[in-house]
């Protein structure tokens, strides 16, 4: 089984940073998109960035761009979202996802695609 876990949430200032983590430490994948999404309390869930199995292709929705970087290290079966100048609105539970790379980068993952459990980004204004 792939099992995606999540680290690196936790409490930062506005202006602040932090770098989240997505470790693999099931089952070894390859040829996998991975993406990272957001959920704040009484919305929906929605894209943040995601990366290709290759690094070679990273996406960014609009609100995050120029703040955040999403980064990959097969070799550790990580991806990271460096997240610097944090605002208050970023404020969510962030989760990160897999999907096969040929369903392509703009596929919006399903509850049966892979899924970490989620760690919680708070930035206090």
């Known amino acids: 089984q792939v099992q995606l876990v999540e680290s690196g949430g936790g409490l930062v200032q506005a202006g602040g940073s932090l770098r989240l983590s997505c470790a693999n430490s099931g089952r070894p994948i390859s040829n996998y998109a991975t993406g990272w999404f957001r959920q704040a309390p009484g919305k929906e869930r929605e894209f943040v960035a995601a990366?290709?199995?290759?690094?070679?292709?990273?996406d960014y929705a609009d609100s995050v761009k120029g703040r955040f970087a999403i980064s990959r290290d097969n070799a550790k079966n990580t991806v990271s979202l460096q997240m610097n100048s944090l605002k208050p609105e970023d404020t969510a539970v962030y989760f990160c996802a897999a999907w096969p790379l040929r369903y392509g980068m703009g596929y919006k993952p399903t509850p049966n695609d892979y899924w970490g459990q989620g760690t919680q980004v708070t930035v206090s204004s």
């Open positions: 990366i290709s199995w290759s690094g070679g292709r990273a």
